[in-house]
């Protein structure tokens, strides 16, 4: 549930910030679909809340680009699901996105710091 | 963007649906961990989830190609609409495919005709040599003829002497080879079988020059047209068809032909068919060092062409180096043309006795992508006013549909606001009407492919009748293809495009409010100004139909100056049956006494050349003692013929006595005893030359320019009587100057005239002839009238083919002028009903209705009238018996135009008349 002091941020969430967590989600290993929403929510104390159905065009045009495959497995709990797996692709698109980000994030965090003397 | 997903889109959708619904299992067995009720787990996970359509649309879009995909909807759509309305449906294709199909059969014979070239490498590198020159020839014998300037006496000619020939290929530094090859010749019957058989001679580096490779076995290589070498022949894919069944062990067989035995050792490809003439191909070709070897057997000015160099008789082509021009070509070549020609005349007219200097020839250097292209370019002016006429069609056809079409997208006019006002984009409406055309269009497009393909037989069977050796053959080729896409995709723009564009213009909430409203301002306008131009159009079809056929009844009445009806016709050629030449005569005596005896037959005779066959000899006249006019043209035709000719066809002397058997021996000993032989005048020719004197006694002779300054007393041939005038080459020309002979060199035609149905007595007519004489080769028997008909088939083929045109055109703006009024009328039902209730009679209200009809039809008989008197013109030269501008064909055009189209406007204005007033005010 999320905290009531730090509302979810999910209509903020821009496009592409959205692969990047999927990318950075997928790092620690396969996944599927509904792993990676529950993932992302989870490492950011709830306070980023994906809609899930969302989740799933990002993951098709991210496999159109090659950055991630797919592949039908069985679930944790002996389920049929589709798990995704990063590609090298992937992998080199998220150590440059995730720089870019960064950069972004200081580049905000310099013009949003409370001017000193 | 990946096509392989485009195409596996509904898989993959599949592939999202099993995604997700895992996703919703897993969830819900969660949420079901964590307390939730069964339900209440499905349902919290569905929350989660959001809408799975919305879902799986998103990545579906995504798979899809946009346009292709927009694209495959609007034809869908498209189809649903032309489904929803068969009669339009039906009509628009038919006639579309009518019009299309029309234009691509003609096309894809004018692109056999007029534009392909032969089928070797690099067809565009052939080059073909002509000469011209001053009426004083350096040459002799010239195979091919000259033609020759009537008035000038200039000359030109495509056949050179094989000297030429031979200093062409020594020297030339432009051409990368140069071969020659001759005019063709008939060996019928040699291979001891019924039917044509021709043959041509060709330099041993014919096929290799050309590029052409064998079906079967080899070509010439480089020793077979030596003096030594063993007699060989290629046949043609044809004849190997005709003869030998395509039989593959034909390799080693033996020809005979004449004295010699010749050895098949090839066969050319079937797409192949020399550079002789369009439609004429060599069933045997034989290297030219054959050529002596013939003799008499053979064609007598090949056999010595090689010793006399002033016998020009070889056609010659040669393949340019890529980098030199026709130009340089010419430059390459004059001077070796002009001493070959000088010493041919050194050799032979000088050492002759002939002491007039020649005048010099002129070297000509043309395209020889073609061969030679005398045929072509005689038929091109049918084809090309065949394809104004089809082109004609087709704007009718166009200008049809788009009043169709701007009358259906008003009725839809409700639809199309409705979907503009829900969002539809103006473009995307305008595409998708488009694609509704374009489809019609394919559709019609297709359907007229299939009629191209028979219609085009049916056309090329219609211009070969003119020849019966002539044999082209049409295919649907890349071109033709090319040609059919462009005519439809333009057809499809032209019909299209306006209606679509007007639809979608329009005021939205008028549209929707008010669906019954009559189309106000442009569009009724541009729908009558199709439609004045559709009558227009078709009413110049209709007169130009009308002139091609009150032609051909005019042809076919035509007084010819004798009795054409109950008379055979048939060739006998003895040439080449090893008749010893001097028998020849005795044995065409003797043929026709038998011929007599036949029963049935009244009279039979022989000619040089059969009358009305369009063939000719044309000479020039000199009479001693008179002078020839500057200006004058003094050709006159020759023809030689046998004992009652004139008799036999009917032809009444008018002065003097007819020729006799008599005749025919003075003329046979005449050259020996250098005796005046005697000759028979026309009409014509008496009134030319002999104006207010008696004929009879005159003297005269032929000469072969018009500019010679006469001949020797002993030539002088003496006239002895004058005939009645009759046509001499075809119907439609006028009767020129003739000359009688009393004695036909071989080859002659034979006329019988009979007393029955002349075609009943070929059986016994030629069974009493070959049984005195097996080897005289009697063929192609024929009657006298099917003979003329030939002449003018092109015009017989025009007549029917305008008339099929016009009447369709006239259907097709019925149908126009029909939809047109019937629309209107609809439209304004209301207005009908108000003038009725007001008091106005049913008549009152039909001649409202007819007016209009007749306004529009008048408007277009004007046009058309302005339009046929510009453009008949252009075709008074193939009219016979009436001007161009002919007042009766008009007035009939104009009658039927007139009475076709008040019954096609007499319907509308019929249901005008039915309005009942009561419902029409109602209605409102």
């Known amino acids: 549930m999320p905290k009531r002091d730090a509302p979810p941020l999910q209509s903020d969430l821009i496009q592409g910030t959205l692969d990047l967590l999927i990318l950075r989600t997928l790092v620690l290993g396969p996944a599927h679909g509904h792993t990676i929403a529950h993932a992302i929510e989870h490492r950011s104390d709830d306070v980023l809340q994906v809609e899930h159905g969302s989740l799933y065009p990002a993951l098709h045009r991210l496999e159109d680009r090659g950055w991630i495959s797919s592949f039908w497995g069985t679930s944790e709990n002996n389920r049929k699901a589709r798990y995704y797996r990063l590609t090298r692709v992937g992998r080199k698109q998220l150590a440059a996105q995730t720089g870019r980000w960064e950069q972004l994030v200081r580049a905000i965090g310099r013009v949003l710091r409370p001017v000193t003397e | 963007m990946n096509w392989l997903r485009f195409l596996r889109r509904k898989k993959w959708d599949a592939e999202r649906a099993r995604e997700l619904d895992s996703y919703m299992e897993i969830e819900a067995s969660e949420n079901i961990s964590r307390g939730m009720s069964s339900d209440d787990a499905k349902f919290a996970a569905l929350r989660k989830l959001g809408n799975q359509t919305l879902i799986r649309e998103e990545i579906y879009h995504m798979n899809s190609i946009g346009f292709l995909e927009s694209l495959w909807q609007d034809l869908r759509h498209g189809a649903r609409i032309l489904l929803r309305s068969p009669g339009f449906t039906v009509v628009a294709i038919l006639s579309l495919a009518l019009g299309i199909g029309a234009n691509t059969a003609i096309f894809s014979v004018a692109n056999e005709v007029l534009f392909k070239s032969l089928p070797v490498k690099n067809p565009e590198q052939l080059v073909l040599f002509r000469w011209s020159s001053g009426p004083k020839l350096m040459g002799g014998g010239f195979r091919p003829g000259v033609s020759i300037d009537p008035v000038t006496g200039a000359t030109a000619g495509k056949s050179f002497s094989f000297l030429t020939y031979e200093r062409f290929r020594e020297q030339t530094r432009t051409l990368s080879d140069v071969f020659a090859f001759t005019g063709m010749f008939s060996a019928d019957g040699a291979d001891g079988q019924p039917g044509h058989l021709s043959g041509q001679f060709v330099s041993g580096n014919y096929f290799s020059a050309l590029g052409v490779t064998p079906a079967l076995g080899r070509l010439f290589a480089g020793g077979d047209d030596t003096e030594s070498a063993n007699l060989v022949v290629v046949i043609s894919h044809r004849y190997w068809e005709r003869r030998y069944g395509l039989d593959p062990a034909v390799i080693g067989k033996a020809i005979p032909l004449g004295n010699l035995s010749l050895t098949i050792i090839g066969v050319t490809p079937a797409e192949f068919l020399g550079t002789q003439q369009l439609g004429v191909s060599a069933d045997l070709t034989i290297p030219l060092a054959a050529a002596p070897g013939l003799g008499n057997s053979g064609p007598k000015f090949l056999s010595k062409m090689k010793e006399q160099p002033w016998i020009w008789a070889v056609m010659v082509m040669g393949r340019k180096r890529p980098s030199s021009s026709f130009d340089q070509v010419r430059a390459d070549l004059q001077a070796a043309f002009f001493s070959a020609a000088l010493q041919g005349w050194n050799e032979g007219p000088r050492s002759k006795g002939a002491k007039e200097p020649p ?120 071109r033709v293809l090319g040609f059919t896409i462009a005519v439809a995709v333009v057809t499809g723009v032209l019909v299209g495009l306006a209606p679509a564009l007007r639809a979608t213009r329009m005021d939205l909430s008028a549209a929707i409010k008010d669906s019954g409203r009559a189309p106000q301002g442009s569009r009724a306008l541009a729908g009558k100004a199709l439609l004045i131009a559709q009558v227009a159009m078709s009413f110049v079809l209709l007169i130009a139909a009308g002139l091609f056929t009150r032609t051909v009844l005019n042809l076919e009445h035509a007084d010819v100056g004798f009795n054409i ?114 000759a028979v005048i026309n009409e014509s020719l008496a009134r030319k030359y002999f104006p207010g004197v008696n004929p009879i006694g005159q003297r005269f002779c032929e000469m072969k320019s018009p500019t010679s300054s006469g001949c020797p007393e002993n030539e002088l041939a003496e006239i002895v009587g004058v005939v009645r005038d009759a046509k001499f080459t075809t119907v439609r020309q006028e009767i020129p100057p003739t000359i009688f002979y009393p004695f036909s060199p071989s080859p002659v035609t034979f006329e019988v005239r009979t ?134 064909t008009i007035a009939l055009a104009v009658a039927l135009m007139l009475i076709v189209s008040s019954l096609a406007g007499f319907l509308p204005a019929r249901r005008a008349t039915k309005v009942d007033p009561m419902v029409a005010l109602r209605h409102e």
């Open chain 2, 359 to 478: 005048d010099a020839p002129r070297l000509e250097v043309v395209a020889g992508n073609q061969g030679l292209t005398e045929s072509r370019e005689a038929l091109s002016r049918s084809i090309v006013t065949m394809m104004v006429i089809v082109g004609i069609v087709l704007l009718i056809v166009c200008s049809n549909l788009a009043n169709l079409l701007l009358a259906r997208t008003t009725v839809r006019r409700r639809e199309i606001a409705v979907r503009i006002a829900l969002g539809g984009s103006r473009a995307r409406l305008v595409r998708q009407l488009l694609t509704e055309n374009v489809l019609l269009v394919v559709l019609g497009a297709s359907v007229g492919a299939l009629f191209a393909f028979w219609g085009k037989d049916l056309y090329l069977s219609w211009i070969q009748v003119t020849n019966l050796s002539f044999a082209i053959q049409s295919r649907l080729d890349l």
């Open chain 2, 565 to 678: 009806q109950n008379l055979l016709l048939f060739n006998a050629d003895p040439q080449l049956n090893r008749h010893p030449r001097a028998e020849v005569p005795s044995r065409y005596q003797l043929a026709m006494e038998r011929i007599q005896s036949v029963p049935g037959v009244q009279m039979a005779t022989a000619s040089g050349l059969p009358l009305l066959s369009g063939d000719i000899a044309m000479p020039f006249l000199w009479v001693p003692g008179r002078v020839r006019q500057a200006d004058e043209d003094s050709t006159v035709f020759l023809q030689y013929v046998w004992p009652n000719f004139f008799e036999t066809m009917g032809m009444p002397m008018m002065l003097g006595r007819t020729l006799t058997i008599q005749d025919t021996q003075r003329w046979l000993a005449g050259r020996a005893q250098s005796r005046p032989y005697t």
């Open chain 2, 755 to 888: 007393k029955t149905d002349p075609m009943r007595l070929v059986a016994l007519i030629r069974g009493t002839v070959n049984e005195s004489d097996p080897d005289l080769l009697l063929s192609e028997f024929r009657t006298q009238s099917a003979q003329a008909e030939l002449t003018y088939a092109r015009e017989r083929h025009f007549a029917w083919l305008s008339s099929l045109f016009g009447l369709l055109a006239l259907t097709l703006a019925c149908i126009g002028l029909y939809g047109l009024l019937a629309y209107s009328v609809a439209n304004r039902t209301k207005e009908f009903g108000l003038r009725m209730a007001l008091g106005a009679q049913r008549g009152n209200v039909l001649q409202l209705v007819m007016r209009e009809s007749l306004g529009l039809v008048i408007a277009g008989i004007v046009v058309g009238l302005a339009v046929a008197f510009a453009g008949t013109r252009l075709i008074s030269s193939m009219l016979y018996g009436l001007a161009p501008n002919d007042p009766a």
